[in-house]
């Protein structure tokens, strides 16, 4: 670390050093006197005037500069040097961008001819971490990946089944929530990749977003299709305010201009739906308004609603490795408590268990809410078998992180 700057401050040193700058006086002050000198001439005066006695200010130049009356008093002043120095380091300062240009440019084509080595031995070294991981938390990954996949065929074969109807009778909620639980599947995916590959607290992330995917179903399937229809029509909302943010910013971005055409679309679009809604449409949640007897309606209050907030906590908890906030560079479920000082910047086989089992309690949720919505022998026995499997899954998970905890503290007991 620092080499380039160490090797420039080096350079830097040579080139404005105590000799380097008195070569650049005794050039200026021959110039003065209309001698040019080269760097071989320079350098001759400049050795003799360092071999000078005490006292001495006259040097002999005679023979250096043959054909001129050369021998004069040399003086050099604060003002000389300060001088030299200050026009040498300019010098330096402009060159500095180019140093750093091209300098990048030969080291970027040295690590290019050895990518093909670095990164191969990088996914060896990743490969073998991930067996590690497989081999420790096999059971409860399979577990869940095994839930997923009931879950992946519990909608799928729900929609198969119902959507000709719903969309014959425009049931919105149906249309929303089929959605949200491919969204959710779609999710959970997300969590279980992270996972396996040891990105705990990514899959947490991931987990906050299913929550609220999960949560907004509820919230629809509870207060039905005039909900569902301003849930759908919000969109226009989120249109606008992107409309308007890329307007504002697209010059900065080297962007084209929006079309008027199209903004204007949008615009009206998103005016009818105000004057449809009202003025709360506008804000986030304003599709819930209504319903809350809120104008700004957050998250909170909707989790509230399907009374849910009992998982505010866990909630806040994951969006620490959301947001760029202080606790976020804190807290890490990859790391043991004990390790506070590690910077993890990387991958680790701890802290599957808390976004493991939130997936699947999330997907439990909204699989059970959407399953429930044409509630027969099938569905209530598919969602009987899923609460099952949910709860083998917190355990199975739950049980290996104890069991890494007790090995960690037997390693510190031989410390």
Same mark, same amino acid.
């Given at each position: 670390m620092n080499t380039l700057q160490q090797e420039f401050d080096s350079i830097l040193h040579e080139r404005v050093g105590a000799r380097a700058v008195v070569e650049r006086i005794i050039k200026k002050k021959f110039g003065d006197a209309s001698i040019d000198l080269n760097q071989t001439q320079v350098q001759q005066i400049v050795n003799r005037i360092e071999n000078l006695r005490d006292g001495e200010t006259i040097v002999n130049t005679n023979d250096i500069v043959a054909g001129k009356d050369s021998e004069i008093s040399i003086v050099i002043d604060d003002e000389d040097i300060e001088t030299a120095i200050n026009s040498m380091t300019a010098a330096l300062r402009d060159e500095y961008p180019k140093i750093v240009e091209n300098t990048a440019e030969i080291l970027l084509k040295q690590i290019e001819r050895t990518a093909k080595t670095e990164v191969s031995g990088y996914r060896r070294d990743r490969k073998k971490f991930e067996r590690r991981l497989e081999k420790l938390?096999?059971?409860?990954?399979?577990?869940?990946?095994?839930?997923?996949?009931?879950?992946?065929?519990?909608?799928?074969?729900?929609? =198969?089944?119902? /959507? $000709? !109807?719903? %969309?014959?009778?425009?049931?919105? &909620?149906?249309?929303?929530?089929?959605?949200?639980?491919?969204?959710?599947?779609?999710?959970?995916?997300?969590?279980?990749?992270?996972?396996?590959?040891?990105?705990?607290?990514?899959?947490?992330?991931?987990?906050?977003?299913?929550?609220?995917?999960?949560?907004?179903?509820?919230?629809?399937?509870?207060?039905?299709?005039?909900?569902?229809?301003?849930?759908?029509?919000?969109?226009?909302?989120?249109?606008?305010?992107?409309?308007?943010?890329?307007?504002?910013?697209?010059?900065?971005?080297?962007?084209?201009?929006?079309?008027?055409?199209?903004?204007?679309?949008?615009?009206?679009?998103?005016?009818?739906?105000?004057?449809?809604?009202?003025?709360?449409?506008?804000?986030?949640?304003?599709?819930?308004?209504?319903?809350? =007897?809120?104008? /700004? $309606? !957050?998250? %909170?209050?909707?989790?509230?609603? &399907?009374n849910l907030e009992k998982w505010r906590g866990h909630y806040k908890m994951a969006s620490h490795n959301v947001h760029a906030n202080p606790k976020g560079i804190m807290f890490k479920l990859g790391l043991a408590p004990q390790e506070k000082s590690i910077l993890l910047a990387g991958v680790s086989t701890r802290g599957l268990a808390d976004p493991a089992h939130g997936t699947a309690l999330s997907l439990l949720q909204i699989t059970s809410t959407l399953l429930f919505t044409k509630r027969n022998l099938d569905t209530l026995v598919r969602c009987r078998i899923l609460m099952g499997l949910q709860r083998e899954i917190g355990e199975a998970f739950l049980k290996v992180h104890h069991e890494i905890e007790q090995y960690e503290s037997s390693l510190q007991a031989f410390e």
């Open positions: 938390w096999r059971l409860p990954l399979r577990l869940l990946e095994l839930f997923q996949l009931l879950v992946i065929e519990a909608g799928d074969e729900f929609n =198969k089944n119902y /959507r $000709p !109807a719903a %969309s014959a009778s425009h049931d919105l &909620v149906f249309d929303v929530l089929t959605r949200l639980h491919a969204r959710a599947c779609q999710i959970s995916s997300e969590v279980i990749v992270l996972l396996k590959a040891g990105l705990a607290d990514g899959g947490h992330a991931r987990w906050r977003t299913l929550h609220e995917v999960a949560i907004v179903a509820m919230f629809i399937e509870k207060h039905g299709q005039d909900v569902a229809d301003r849930y759908l029509s919000h969109a226009i909302v989120e249109s606008y305010k992107g409309v308007l943010q890329y307007r504002n910013h697209h010059d900065a971005l080297g962007l084209e201009p929006f079309p008027d055409d199209e903004f204007n679309a949008i615009q009206s679009e998103y005016q009818k739906a105000l004057t449809k809604f009202g003025a709360e449409f506008r804000s986030d949640y304003g599709w819930a308004s209504d319903i809350l =007897k809120k104008k /700004r $309606p !957050a998250f %909170s209050d909707i989790e509230e609603n &399907v």
